[in-house]
Structure formats: C-alpha cells, structure tokens
C-alpha cells in the first residue's frame, strides 16, 4: 500500500492566512449589520477574531446620528466574553458608563452593575442579559430601592420593596408583584400588615398597631397598599 503523501498548503492559503490579525492591533472596519456605520478596535487578536484584552468602539448612524458604544475588558471568539465594561457615547461626545461586569459569550452573564438612563442602579446577578437571582436596585433620587430575587428581569421570590416614603414590603413577589406571603410596614402609622397578596393587591390580612400599649388584631380586606 502507497504511501500518502501529506497535502501543502497553496500559496493562496498560505498568503491568506498571514494576512490574518494576530497579535496587538489597531482596526478600523466595517461590520456586517448596516446599523453600524464604522467600528474601531484596539487590541489583542486572534486569527482574524477579537481575543483577548482590547477596547471596541461602534458609532451608528440612524436618523442622521452618530451615537455609539465603547466596550473595555476581555473578548473571546469575537464577542464579549470575561470581564468588561460597556458605556454609551452620545452625539455629542461624552460618555456615560452602562455596565461593568461578566460577560459570557456576548451577554452580560454573572455578576454586574448596571447605570439606567433613568438614573436608577442595579447591582446583583444576571443571565443572558437580564436579571436573575439575586440582586439589588436603587430607583432615582432616592425614590426606593428593592433588594431580593429576580427572574426575567422582574421581582420573582423572597424579597424586600422600601417605597420612597419609607414604607416597606417584605414577603413574596412573582412576575414584578407582590404574591403570596408577605408583611407590609407603615411607617407614619406605625402599623404592621401580616396577609396575603395577590397580583400586588392585600387580599386577607391582619394589622398590628405597635402604638397602642395592648396590641389590636383586626381581620380586614385591603384594597392596596399607599
């Protein structure tokens, strides 16, 4: 039986494949989607893909604008992936920062914060780009916070809700609403609700008014907490 011979590359194959980025490199190109009018990257690259440590910065055009992103960590197989922190440029130049943590194979995937541009502040667990376990969100200018379970983005288990007045909710959510068992604190009264919600409405409970020497116990139905 002959020997087979070991198959050479062609000197197109070999010319192609020495044009190919690696190592430290600054670029400037055009992606596949249309909605990014140019894309500049500085960093490490492997075989023609994004891999290792570098900064990516993509400029849109929509509507005549030329706002974009800029993101500054770890890269892997051309996508976002280990460590990293992504901020918004807006048309006039300035930069505001959007998220700082994990990323997993282009999504934000682990431990994170996250700046709203409502001003409101997210720091806790993510996966496939929304938020899922346990994290903690501060509203703007001091308008309350909620620090518990999420899944799919929305308050979904054990957790504590603190409204802007100071009033708070500790007990179940589901779907970004109280359900199921819970305890509300009304600060001004003085007074605790122990019961049951259900689609963020008080269907069966108990109050304590702790202003009172002997503590009164009243059945009610409440419509919605205030």
């Excluded at 890269?75 to 130049?93: A, Q």
């Excluded at 970004?176 to 269907?203: A, I, P, T, Y």
Aim: with cysteine.
């Amino acid at each position: 039986m002959p020997f087979l011979k070991p198959q050479r590359a062609t000197w197109c194959e070999l010319r192609i494949e020495s044009c190919k980025r690696n190592g430290w490199r600054h670029a400037i190109y055009s992606p596949e989607t249309k909605r990014i009018a140019k894309a500049h990257y500085k960093g490490e690259w492997r075989n023609d893909k994004r891999e290792g440590k570098g900064i990516g910065i993509s400029r849109y055009h929509e509507n005549y604008s030329f706002d974009g992103w800029m993101y500054e960590g770890d890269w892997h197989n051309d996508l976002r992936h280990g460590y990293g922190v992504l901020s918004k440029i807006t048309e006039d130049g300035n930069v505001r920062k959007v998220y700082a943590g994990d990323w997993i194979r282009g999504k934000r995937h682990g431990f994170g914060s996250n700046w709203y541009k409502d001003g409101s502040y997210y720091e806790g667990a993510f996966r496939e780009n929304e938020r899922n376990g346990y994290g903690r969100i501060w509203y703007k200018c001091g308008s309350g916070y909620y620090q518990g379970m999420w899944l799919n983005d929305r308050y979904h288990g054990e957790g504590m809700l603190v409204q802007e007045n100071g009033n708070f909710y500790e007990g179940q959510f589901a779907n970004g609403k109280k359900e199921g068992l819970g305890v509300f604190h009304h600060l001004d009264s003085q007074q605790v609700q122990k019961g049951c919600w259900e689609n963020d409405v008080c269907v069966n409970s108990t109050i304590e008014d702790r202003r009172l020497t002997t503590a009164s116990l009243t059945s009610i139905t409440h419509s919605k907490d205030k």
